[in-house]
């Protein structure tokens, strides 16, 4: 009820009773007049509606700025004609609004409309609200159609060349420790370990020292990037706060070029993928739905690092750089083969130079785009 419908209530039954009171069989017109008003709006706004709707959200995960598309699909399955209705679907905050046609008996009907996907995020849908109203507006009644549903808004992903899978391109690629074991390319020998192949024993050596030793083959043709994302909100704007994710998204995707396995990890301590997931889908899964966070540092995930499996790059993405991070960058050179630390700082002018470490500062994504497709090869 609204308030012009409790107003009329209160009027019906006020005339009412003073016509009743004081005999007055105007005021007693008045008030049954009223009230009958206020009774039949009710029952015509509370009837079962005929009017049906399904809708359908296609994709449910876009880049940002992509379209995403909802359908509504709508009949008139009652015998009267349905006039003019709007719908409203909640959007995150935003109430996105639709306008379904007169329908005739038996007609049906299809409406598409975007989806604001402007911010990144992870947004509910809400079901399809219509609201039905008397003539007088003295009553509302809203109906739900559907369940909520919901879409991914995935970081912008630019076009990053991948990094090199090695400090010198040769063909067979950069062998060393931490390079996935398998395939025929020789690293070197080791001690036999339960489990291991007997046709990679080496009798020769085995014979000399004593003990069985096998060739330990690896795999050279697959690199295996560790993406490190600085959440921390000091280093930040929120401008430059989404250039970082739309930069970390995008290293991802490049990365991953040819099924290569990738890992995320944020300072907060989240670690996503690693080297037998090959699908980076978790990955932008995580970023699309991430925010600032204070807890954490980034010298503490790069002291982790030391004692991880290593890989062939390290891409570490921070806001405004603090040169006392870029030593235990460095620190990582026996683990990785590449290092790479980009900074999204418009206020920084001059470049930064650090042994083993390749710097890129830059305003926002599009220009670290520029500067990393320009640069990761030199």
Known sequence: MTRMGLAALIAG???????????????????????????????????PSPLSIDRAIQPPRVPKGSPAIAVLTFENRGRRTIGVTVAHQPFGDVRVRTVIPRLRRGERGLRTYRLPTRQRGIFDVGPVEVTRRDAFELFRSSRRYGAVERIWVYPRVLPLRPLPSGITRHLEGPSSDTSPQGSITFHRLRDYVAGDDLRLVHWRSSARTGRLVVKHNVDTSQPYTVVLLDLRPGGYTADAFESAVDIAASVVAASATGKAPVELRLTDGTTIGGPRLRDVTPHIDQLTGVHPDSTGTLQQQLMA?????????????????????????????????????????????????FPGVRVIVAGDADQVATAWNAQVYV
Request: aromatic letters at 4%; hydrophobic letters at 50%; zero cysteines.
């Open 305 to 353: 690092l030391r004692r991880s499996r290593g890989g062939t790059s390290l891409v570490v993405i921070t806001g405004v750089l603090d040169t006392n991070d870029l030593p235990y960058v460095a620190q990582l050179r026996r683990r990785f083969e590449r290092l790479v630390v980009v900074s999204v700082d418009g206020e920084r002018r001059e470049p930064v130079h």
């Open 13 to 47: 039954a006020v005339a009412l009773g003073l016509g009743l009171g004081l005999q007055w069989i105007a005021f007693d017109l008045v008030g049954v007049g009223l009230l009958a008003l206020v009774l039949v709006t009710l029952v015509v706004v509370l009837r």
